[in-house]
């Protein structure tokens, strides 16, 4: 079995910094392609970033230059830093990795609100 665990999510105020984290655990022999996602309310559930296991990114065009997808491979682990956080980035966050022998795997969802 295997498991992703989120974490680093909460309030900030507007123009602040916060940075997730997603652990995967288990018997994982190699996870290809790790990514972020998240959903607002009442708004369907959108990728935010993506990376590869050779480190090739790709973000939504509402995040470019603002968060930075990376991972640690030895760690299992991705990370989303999200800088000039807006009010409409609030949404759980959701990570999912892409696991040989396992398929795609999702974890329980993190909540970030971005508010004054």
């Known amino acids: 079995q295997v498991q992703l665990v989120e974490s680093g999510g909460g309030l900030v105020q507007p123009g602040g910094s916060l940075r997730l984290s997603c652990a995967a655990s288990?018997?994982?022999?190699?996870?290809?392609?790790m990514g972020w996602y998240r959903q607002a309310p009442g708004k369907q559930r959108e990728l935010v970033a993506a990376?590869?296991?050779?480190?090739?990114?790709g973000y939504a065009d509402s995040v470019k230059g603002r968060f930075t997808i990376s991972r640690d491979n030895a760690k299992n682990t991705v990370y989303l830093l999200m800088n000039s956080l807006k009010p409409e980035d609030t949404a759980v966050y959701y990570c999912?990795?892409?696991?040989?022998?396992?398929?795609?795997?999702w974890g329980q969802g993190t909540q970030v609100t971005v508010s004054s």
């Open positions: 999912n990795a892409d696991i040989e022998g396992w398929g795609l795997r």
């Open positions: 990376i590869t296991s050779v480190g090739s990114t």
């Open positions: 288990g018997s994982i022999f190699r996870i290809y392609v």
